[in-house]
């Protein structure tokens, strides 16, 4: 099993441009995550989806659309990029039991620099 | 919203000395995580504590959950250089979602 991998691993962008963080797991887990890295703040949770068809905002929502057409995907897409977008962003699943109960494995990061 | 707390914010420490790390969240906790975050790389789950007062051990590092669910701590005996990295707590209120504490970064020193 690859587990959660993510593309691509280091992106530079420039202030209004869009992209689509890449997302895919191999473990048939329900539940797939978002969060964003930034020094001494932690995690903190984008978006995440219960399954294919659902999603779901976390604590910092904005800037960012999710959808999950399949299981195995989870991409995350960044509408117009500012520079505050500038974080290492990881995507993690789990299996979907009662309430947040199961262990989340993570991708390896995506580092996005925006100028 | 429910958020945790970790201190301290970094750590340094001669190697064979002791390290602890604190959690702490506004609300009550349904579990708590621990994760370790080695320098470059990315998160990877140590364990889950679900009961009150419950104490776990994994070789070196002990963890446990107060008695109210609110606080945790990490404590590791005698670290050595391969405990290099962040340790996050992660709690969980009863939802879907899991609230990360800040992260205590250890360095550990020869």
């Known amino acids: 099993n690859a587990g959660v991998t993510q593309t691509p691993k280091f992106q530079v962008l420039k202030t209004g441009q869009s992209m689509t963080l890449q997302c895919a797991q191999d473990?048939?887990?329900?539940?797939m995550s978002w969060y964003r890295q930034d020094p001494g703040m932690g995690l903190r949770l984008i978006h995440y989806?219960?399954?294919?068809?659902?999603?779901d905002q976390g604590e910092v929502p904005n800037g960012y659309n999710v959808s999950r057409s399949t299981t195995e995907d989870f991409p995350l897409r960044l509408l117009s990029a500012a520079p505050s977008q500038t974080s290492v962003y990881f995507c993690?699943?789990?299996?979907?039991?009662?309430?947040?109960?199961?262990?989340?494995?993570f991708g390896p990061g995506t580092r996005l620099t925006v100028l | 919203g429910q958020q945790v707390m970790q201190i301290p914010q970094y750590q340094h420490v001669q190697e064979g000395e002791d390290f602890t790390t604190y959690c702490n969240s506004s609300?009550?906790?349904?579990?708590i995580q621990w994760y370790k975050q080695r320098p470059g790389g990315h998160p990877v789950f140590l364990i889950q504590?679900?009961?009150?007062?419950e104490v776990k051990k994994q070789k070196r590092l002990t963890f446990q959950f107060g008695e109210a669910k609110k606080n945790s701590s990490l404590h590791i005996t005698a670290t050595q250089t391969t405990d290099v990295g962040t340790y996050f707590c992660?709690?969980?209120?009863?939802?879907?979602?899991?609230?990360f504490g800040t992260g205590t970064q250890l360095k550990v020193e020869l």
């Open positions: 504590l679900v009961k009150s007062g």
């Open positions: 609300t009550t906790l349904s579990n």
């Open positions: 993690a699943s789990r299996v979907t039991g009662t309430g947040s109960y199961n262990e989340q494995f």
């Open positions: 992660a709690g969980g209120g009863g939802g879907n979602k899991l609230t």
């Open positions: 473990m048939n887990h329900e539940y």
């Open positions: 989806s219960v399954g294919a068809g659902i999603t």
